[in-house]
């Protein structure tokens, strides 16, 4: 039982020292950590699962240890930011200051193509407009435009924004939604007389409608059979 214990936590260690040294961009949305523990739980299931001679214990057990592990592990990465750079590592600059860093794009072993195709996912085609490039812990591409190239937002116009309301579906396929007109503070006297100056005599008639984030009555009327 010892025995298998240790086998236990050393291939965790092993697994783990492999997957950081294979690169960040091998390891998808997880932390390190997380996919260490899926990746040998799923193996360990597969094993009891694929023969009646392997005896239950021998992946119960090691599915536990590695639970409990994974859940001390968790904790001690909410204490310790030393562990959790250990464990999760840190986010890594691949441009900054609008240059790259042929560094750490040799140690992550990342290449040009890849970083290009992620800023044009993410909208910016033109490296010349970035400042930051940062390759987050899980994998994940965040980006910091210069500010010329930032997207504008609601804080750079000078006129207060329109008051904004949570948009709701008042009829869904002839339907009407008594809740959603309770929340807009309407009722169906309100809906009638949108409808009626539609020109639309019964519910029945609408597929859709509902009133949208700038508190405008919208509908689309059911297609008749054959159009």
Known sequence: MSLLLIRTVILYFLTLIALKAM???QLGQLQPFDFVVLLIISETASLA???NTVPLVN???PIAVL???QVLFSLINLKSEKMRDFFCGKPTALIQNGKFQEKELRRL???LNDILEQCRIQGYFDVKELDLVLMETNGQISILPKTGSRPLTVNDVPLPPPREIVPYAVILDGHV???ALSR???DENWLHKQLSQAHIDHPRQIFIAGVDSGGQFYYQRKQKEGE
Request: aromatic letters at 4%.
């Open 49 to 51: 699962m694929q023969s």
């Open 184 to 186: 807009l503070g309407y």
């Open 109 to 111: 072993r990342v290449d």
């Open 59 to 61: 992946s119960v057990l």
């Open 67 to 69: 639970a409990v592990m």
């Open 177 to 179: 939604n008594r809740r």
């Open 23 to 25: 690169g960040k961009r």
